[in-house]
């Protein structure tokens, strides 16, 4: 009985954790979506060279996700370093493998979910231009995605 409580506030300890981590990578989130969308909406509506800019407005919502995985780490470990308080979550009554399990789950959630807007976005500027491009068709596979972005 006396561990009822502990365990919640184990529960809570972690769930807040979690939220920490999560406040930690939506600025950059919401800085790589915006300016995403701005250079698309630039690239889209330039009238020199447009045909080189509406390639580079289509495949830059390919590229973000690999921005965020650069950035999700150096956010989650980095900043913890620079703010002094590594040794302050070392310090909780919370695993050192739970803490990493905790950053992992939340860098890889933020990934997907990186993924899920870029890909949106890819469609939008598709649809935007008449359709999906007959030259971005065999892009669409992962070896074709990998080649046309890199």
Known sequence: MMNAPLMNVNRDMIRGLYWKETRQLLPLVFILVAVG????????IS???????????RS??????????????ALLVGQEKEQRTLWWLISMPVAPKQLI??????????????????????????????????SLLPYLTFPGVADYVF
């Open 101 to 134: 399990g905790i950053k992992f789950a939340v860098g890889f959630i933020g990934l997907a979910v990186m993924w899920v807007i870029c890909w949106i976005l890819f469609w939008i500027v598709q649809y935007s231009n008449g359709g999906p491009s007959r």
């Open 37 to 44: 969308v701005f250079l698309m909406v630039v690239w889209g």
């Open 47 to 57: 009238q020199d060279g447009r045909a080189p800019m509406a390639d580079y407005a």
């Open 60 to 73: 830059l919502p390919l590229v973000l996700p690999a921005l965020f995985a650069a950035g999700a780490g």
